[in-house]
């Protein structure tokens, strides 16, 4: 599904959203994940990324599915940048102050997709849904 609005990574102690403009460095955003399960405190967010597609979910185990989003190039290259200056980090993608997801970055992602993990295809779906979805 295309898409063409910011997808928002950053640091722990960093936040990053979608809808409004970013807050002043001093505030943080105190938020959860889309269960309702893990309370996030966060700072300002670091970058926005540009998506050009949200692939449907696709499941890789019996317990984990596979959202994909694919970068413009401007956002593929600031990414390849972010993943190399923040690696270990723990990073909060952001989608109406809620975390989609808070991997942490194991490794230099150089080729403009990132890949996000959940372990329902109900949460799969509401993922790809909410990064799809226009800003």
Same mark, same amino acid.
């Given at each position: 599904? $295309?898409?063409?609005? @910011?997808?928002?990574? *950053?640091?722990?102690?960093?936040?990053?959203?979608?809808?409004? $403009? $970013?807050?002043? @460095?001093? %505030?943080?955003?105190?938020?959860?994940?889309? &269960?309702?399960?893990? =309370?996030?405190?966060? #700072?300002?967010?670091?970058?926005?990324?540009? =998506?050009? *597609?949200?692939?449907? @979910?696709?499941?890789?185990?019996?317990? +984990? +599915?596979?959202? %994909?989003?694919?970068? %413009?190039?401007?956002? !593929?290259? !600031?990414? /390849?940048? +972010? /993943?190399?200056?923040?690696? *270990?980090? *723990?990073?909060?993608?952001?989608?109406?102050?809620?975390? =989609?997801? !808070?991997?942490?970055?194991?490794?230099?992602? #150089?080729? #403009?997709?990132?890949?996000? /993990?959940?372990?329902? &295809?109900?949460?799969?779906?509401?993922?790809?849904?909410? &990064?799809?979805?226009?800003?």
């Amino acid at each position: 599904m $295309p898409a063409d609005q @910011p997808e928002r990574p *950053h640091p722990t102690g960093q936040r990053s959203r979608h809808v409004r $403009p $970013p807050t002043p @460095p001093a %505030n943080v955003l105190v938020t959860c994940d889309l &269960a309702r399960t893990t =309370l996030y405190t966060l #700072g300002p967010e670091s970058m926005q990324l540009g =998506l050009t *597609h949200v692939a449907p @979910p696709k499941p890789l185990t019996s317990d +984990f +599915f596979e959202v %994909n989003l694919t970068l %413009n190039p401007a956002s !593929a290259t !600031a990414w /390849t940048a +972010f /993943t190399g200056q923040h690696l *270990h980090d *723990h990073i909060a993608f952001i989608r109406d102050d809620l975390v =989609l997801e !808070a991997p942490i970055i194991e490794q230099v992602v #150089g080729f #403009g997709q990132i890949a996000l /993990t959940t372990q329902t &295809a109900q949460a799969a779906d509401q993922l790809a849904r909410l &990064a799809g979805r226009p800003a």
